[in-house]
């Protein structure tokens, strides 16, 4: 379930501040939620740990971003 796995994702970057991954997936939760803010934030801060996303993480990343925020609430 999609609280599940925000608590997972919130203990893995407890755990390792830097795992971008986990941010990225934290900000596909809250998308999935409808929770345009916090996916939004969630996707900006695994960005400033790009070099640990996994190869294309980044440009996917950006393109939901650019799609976001052109949304009411984005």
Sequence with gaps: DIEGAIGDYNE?????PNY????ANMG??????K????AVYWFEQ???HK???????EERIRRLLAELK???NG
């Design 20 to 23: 971008a991954e986990a941010m």
């Design 35 to 38: 929770d345009i803010k916090s």
């Design 28 to 33: 596909l939760a809250f998308l999935k939620k």
């Design 70 to 72: 052109g949304l009411p």
């Design 51 to 57: 070099d640990a996303l996994p190869a294309g993480g």
């Design 46 to 48: 695994a960005l400033k």
């Design 12 to 16: 893995a970057i407890r755990l390792n």
